[in-house]
């Protein structure tokens, strides 16, 4: 079992940042992909990006934020980040990080076996 929290979200105004924090605890987190992804009011949840275990930690993205967001991860921290710069009003939702039994990361949320409980991101235009 894995356990998950994010930290890091809050208000911030439109063009600002932010890192997002995905701290995990429990079984061996470093043998996991690991993915964001958020979910604004009254809209399906969304990919936002996805780090794999090994290959370099090969990264993937959606394309709304393609050269905004920036995923990395510390498996000596056991930590998962996401930079977000040139934030958006559109980026506005609550982030959840999941963890994924497999060593490359994935679009698909049904791919995913452990989620956290998310953090509020609010851009203002």
């Known amino acids: 079992q894995v356990q998950l929290e994010e930290s890091g979200g809050g208000l911030v105004q439109a063009g600002g940042s932010l890192r997002l924090s995905c701290v995990a605890s429990?079984?061996?987190?470093?043998?996991?992909?690991v993915g964001w992804f958020r979910q604004a009011s009254g809209k399906e949840r969304e990919f936002v990006a996805a780090i794999s275990w090994r290959g370099g930690g090969s990264t993937y993205y959606a394309d709304s934020v393609k050269g905004r967001f920036t995923i990395s991860r510390d498996n000596a921290k056991n930590t998962v980040y996401l930079q977000m710069n040139s934030l958006k009003p559109e980026d506005t939702a609550v982030y959840h990080c999941?963890?994924?039994?497999?060593?490359?990361?994935?679009?698909?949320?049904?791919?995913?076996?452990?989620w956290g409980q998310g953090t509020q991101v609010t851009v203002s235009s």
């Open positions: 429990g079984r061996t987190f470093s043998s996991c992909a």
């Open positions: 999941a963890a994924r039994r497999y060593y490359r990361g994935s679009y698909y949320d049904y791919e995913y076996d452990y």
